[in-house]
C-alpha cells in the first residue's frame, strides 16, 4: 500500500488510541499527567509523520526508524516520552504494510521484518533509549543508554530480534515481536468486531479491558511488581464479568478503577501500546467509523 | 519551510482545535453531534495531509487543493463535512508557508496567493461545494453546487478572490480573504499569549471566546439569522467581562453556554475555523508547548 496512506493509519491509530476514554490508569481525552498531557501525544503522533511515510517504503533500517521516530516525536511536544512502546511495534508493521496489500500478507511480512534485523538495529534501539531517557528494565546485563552496552551487544553480535527474544518473558511489546503480533492482529479483529454495535470510542475502552484482563501489563510490572501488574488485570477481568461488556453498565467501575490507578500512579502502558498497533493494522485493513 | 513541516502544522492546527473543551456549541473532546463526531475531525485532520504537503509546495491551484482536501477528508470518516471552512482558510496559508522561513513573509504571502487566485479557482471552490454537499448562503445568484452557476461564473470571468469580495459582508472565512487575514494573524498572536501562562486547552478555549465576543459567527448568521448571530456573541463577551478571563472562574458559565447552544443546534463554526487558521500560524512560527 502506498507509504502516505501507511503513516496515515499509524497517525490515527495513535490519535485514537490516546484519545479513548475511560483507560484506567492511562492519559486520555479527559485524563492528564502532571507533566505529560494528552496534547502532547497528539502532537507526538502528528509531528512522526515523515519518519512513518520514509518506514513505509523501507525495507530495513527498523532501529533507525525507531529513534528517530523518537526524536521527531520530541521535537513536536514537551512532554517527554509518549509513545516508544507504539514505535517498536509500529515500525515493523509500517514496514511491512507498505509492502503489502492486505493484512494476511501484512502477518506473514512483519514476521520477517522483525526476524531480519540486525546487530546494527539492536545499536540504533538503545541509543534511542539513551536519546528519549527512557527508563525500562535492561536487557540481561544491558543497562540501556549505557555506552558500555553497544560494546557488549556489538562484541556478542546480537540482532534487534535476539534482544527482543531474550525480553520476551517480561515485556510483551517484546513478545510480540517473537510470537508475529498475535496480540496486535486479536485486537485488530476485537476492535472491528466491536465497532459493528458501537462508537469507536467504547471499541477501543472495552478491547483494551479485554487485553489488560488477560495479559498482565509488563509496563506496571516493570514500574511495580509482578504482584501488582496481576492485580490489576484480575481487577479488569472482574469489572468485566460483572457488567458482561455492556459498557454503559460499566462505565462507573470504570471511573473508580481509573481514578484509583492514576492516583497510585499505576499505568497500563504497554496494553496502551498493544492498542494502538492493533487499531494500526484495523485500519490498514479498511476499518472507517 | 519544507512542506511535510508545513503539513503537520496545519494537521496539528486542526487536532488541536478541535481537543479544545468546552468551545462553546462546537464539537471538542467531550461533545459530540448526533452524527459527526469528535473521532471525525482527528480522522479528517489526519487524512488530509497528502493534500497540505502537494499544497505547500506549489504556487497554484487553491480552488483544486480546497476541493482535494475535502474529497480526502470523507475518504477517512463516515461524520460528513467537518472542515471545509477551515480548508479555505488553510490551503492558501499552507501555499504561503511553503515559500517563507517566519511570519511576516506569511502575512505578506498569502495575500498574494489569494489575489492570484483565478476563475479555474472559483469554479474548483464550487465543485467542492457540491462534492461535500455543503449547505451555506449563496454567494449573490450563484447557487452552490448547482452546474448553471459554474457557467456563470465563467462567463463573468469572476475569479475565487472576487467571489470572496462579494461574500466578505456577511462571511468572516471569506473577509478573511481580503482582509489579509487579519482575525487570523490576531489568533495567532493571541494564543501564543496565553499559552505563557495557561495550558494549550484553556489558551485555545479563551482565544475562542474572544473571538467569539469580537465578531458575530457568520455560520450561525447563514443558518440562523443576524439576530442570533448578534446574541451569542453578546453572551460570550459577558461571560468573559464577568470572569476577567480566569478560565477557572469562568468554567461553569462556560460550560453552561456549551449546553445551551448545542441543545439549540447553535455551532459558531466560523469562528473555529479562525481558530484553526491561528493555531496554523502560531505552530508555522514555532509554538511549542
Known sequence: M??????????????????????????DRDHNYTDT????????????????????????????????????SVRWQKGGNTHFGA????????MAGGACGDTACLREKVRRVVKETTVGDAVELYRAFYDAKV??????DF????RDSIDKIKKRGLTLFDMMEMSAGYDIIAEEWVNGFQKTFWCARMVREKIKTRSINDAVVL??????????????????DREKAEDVSKRAGEILKKVGGDIEVMRSDLNAFDRELLYEG???GSTADIIIAGLFVA??????F
Open 87 to 94: 514505535f517498536i511495534l509500529l515500525i515493523p508493521l509500517v
Open 283 to 288: 485500519l490498514f485493513g479498511g476499518m472507517r
Open 207 to 224: 478491547t483494551f479491558m479485554e487485553i489488560l484482563s488477560e495479559n498482565k501489563d509488563t509496563f506496571i510490572q516493570a514500574k511495580f
Open 135 to 140: 527508563k525500562v528494565k535492561p536487557v540481561d
Open 143 to 146: 543497562s540501556l543508554g549505557d
Open 37 to 72: 498531557r494528552f496534547e502532547h501525544f497528539l502532537a507526538s503522533a502528528v509531528g512522526v509523520y515523515p519518519v512513518l511515510e520514509k518506514a513505509a517504503s523501507s525495507s530495513s533500517g527498523v532501529g533507525s526508524f525507531i529513534r528517530h521516530a523518537v526524536l521527531e
Open 2 to 27: 502506498n507509504p502516505a496512506h501507511i503513516a496515515r493509519c499509524a497517525q490515527l491509530a495513535m490519535v485514537l488510541e490516546v484519545s479513548a476514554t475511560p483507560k484506567p490508569g492511562n492519559i
Open 266 to 268: 499505576v499505568n497500563p
